[in-house]
């Protein structure tokens, strides 16, 4: 399954977007899906996981009451809906996703292989 990470942009803090990962080259509803980031002079970190169904979700601390991650499974996407954005969720973020797993154990994963492009979130002081 690839990936392509769209609708990153530059906001200020306090504002709010949507992002969206399109997926290609598998059958997307088989696959638990998730959100990472990489800050700049910082590793990779999970944002927010989904199970296939979009039943079971978790997320982040850092996140939780302020990102929503779901999916559109008919159009092969999942999305990350972000509000109260701030200048710490700067960075570059990324879809990743894996079958037969639950949602914590994606999250907690570190490594996927290959990685999109990624689309870059800045939000300003």
């Known amino acids: 399954l690839q990936f392509v990470e769209s609708g990153g942009a530059l906001v200020q803090s306090g504002g709010s977007l949507r992002l969206s990962c399109e997926a290609s080259?598998?059958?997307?509803?088989?696959?638990?899906v998730g959100w990472f980031r990489e800050a700049p002079g910082k590793g990779r970190e999970a944002v927010a996981c989904i199970s296939a169904s979009g039943e079971y979700i978790t997320y982040a601390d850092s996140v939780k009451d302020r990102f929503t991650i779901s999916r559109a499974n008919a159009q092969d996407t999942a999305y990350l809906q972000m509000h109260n954005l701030r200048p710490e969720d700067t960075g570059f973020y990324y879809c990743a996703a894996e079958t037969i797993i639950t949602v914590e154990a994606l999250c907690a994963r570190k490594d996927f292989g290959s990685w999109g492009p990624g689309t870059q979130v800045t939000v300003s002081s």
């Open positions: 080259g598998a059958d997307f509803d088989y696959y638990v």
